[in-house]
């Protein structure tokens, strides 16, 4: 009888993410969970002491420190007196030294390599040097989709066979609520118009400008009972942020009437806005995977996405693309979608068998083959 494959999750992301990163290291901590069995025993490894998440350029040198000692030191000793097999860490770091286990990193994306002004240069030398270094001891990477998989071969060096795509999915939503009560009376009525919706930090990437001149456009072209809703909020990064520049654009074409941005909200919240979203638009010029898309999806919301990057592979054929450089073609796709009323419910309909690819526990049984694969290779 094959004995039991002890495998140590770093959850110390858990305090400092945000988004994307922290629902998928929320979604595969609770199948993981669920799989502690003969086969495998799951440790969900944390840190003793505080994270620091704030702007002080001191305690954040201090957080950089401490992040380093947890990866180098206490997560590999701690993994060591557990007796693990594999230590599996979402975050990109991994420890270098392997006390008895081999290691599994996450690469969501390329960012470091792509935009290395957006990181603090010792931040930088760190990930170079040392992570990436680690993540070539490693049996495997794994990243969230084979373009991203490209990107870091490009960059990287790290031998891409080892490399392997895994397809997250989208956040796991509470059941139905009452929409008519879950949005306070103000936001409700604003909603009662047929709105655009994007979901997502207010980074320069996002290329959001170019969907607020796209907007524009469109309220000057016979669609003005229409809005644009920006769920989301400033980047903690100054470099990386764009919301002067949305703010700047919105006055400037007299949109503040139009355009709401409610900031980062509940996923009771969250829900209502896709729920009652006439199509989602997603103009970034980069992403590693783009769970946005199969939200919508899963609140029967058509999807324009921007033709470049991963979206469209995750998308598939159940999304209209555009080119993120030029907003009068994203204004005339948005006006194809609202004025074709069988586009729109083919997309949808496409969008819901699109959906049926993607789990967590299609995830999460990837990643645990992944796993047996490790302990079947070092026999």
């Known amino acids: 009888m094959a004995r039991t494959i002890i495998v140590g999750i770093d959850i110390r992301d858990l305090r400092i993410a945000k988004t994307g990163s922290k629902t998928y290291l929320e979604e595969l901590c609770k199948q993981f969970k669920e799989e502690n069995n003969k086969k495998f025993k799951f440790y969900f490894i944390d840190t003793f002491f505080p ?3 704030g702007t002080n350029l001191f305690l954040k040198l201090v957080e950089q420190i401490r992040f380093f000692i947890w990866k180098q030191f206490s997560l590999p000793i701690i993994a060591f007196f557990r ?39 010792y931040w930088l030398i760190l990930f170079k040097k040392l992570g990436v270094a680690a993540a070539k001891k490693s ?55 047929p709105y655009i919706l994007h979901v997502g930090t207010f980074e320069k990437r996002k290329n959001l400008s170019l969907l607020i001149k796209a907007f524009h456009t469109l309220i000057n072209n016979g669609y003005a009972d229409f809005r644009l809703i920006l769920v989301g909020q400033s980047s903690v990064k100054t470099d990386m942020d764009d919301s002067d520049t949305i ?64 979206l469209p592979e995750v998308g598939s054929d159940a999304v209209v693309t555009f080119d993120p450089y030029d907003a009068d073609k994203l204004f005339q796709k948005i006006k194809m979608v609202i004025d074709e009323p069988i586009l729109k419910q083919e997309l949808i309909k496409k969008g819901k068998k699109r959906l049926q690819l993607f789990s967590w526990e299609k995830t999460s049984s990837h990643l645990l083959q992944l796993f047996e694969n490790v302990i079947l290779n070092k026999k």
């Open 51 to 53: 994270v620091y998440t």
């Open 83 to 121: 007796g693990c097999d594999i230590v599996f860490c979402t975050d990109y770091f991994v420890p270098y030294l392997h006390l008895g286990f081999t290691t599994i990193p996450v690469f969501h994306d390329a960012f470091f390599w792509e935009y290395p002004e957006h990181y603090n240069k």
């Open 139 to 193: 049996a495997f990477v794994v990243t969230t989709t084979f373009y991203a998989k490209e990107k870091i071969v490009s960059f990287s060096g790290i031998d891409p066979e080892k490399i392997i795509p895994v397809y997250e999915a989208p956040k796991l939503f509470p059941g139905k609520i009452n929409q008519e009560n879950i949005l306070p009376a103000y936001i409700s009525e604003k909603l009662s118009h």
């Open 247 to 310: 703010k700047k654009l919105i006055s400037r074409y007299e949109l503040g009437d139009k355009i709401f941005m409610p900031g980062y909200v509940s996923d009771e919240m969250l829900q209502s806005y896709y729920h009652r979203a006439f199509v989602y638009v997603f103009p970034s010029v980069n992403e590693g995977f783009g769970l946005p898309v199969l939200e919508a999806f899963q609140h029967d919301v058509p999807v324009l996405v921007a033709n470049n990057t991963c």
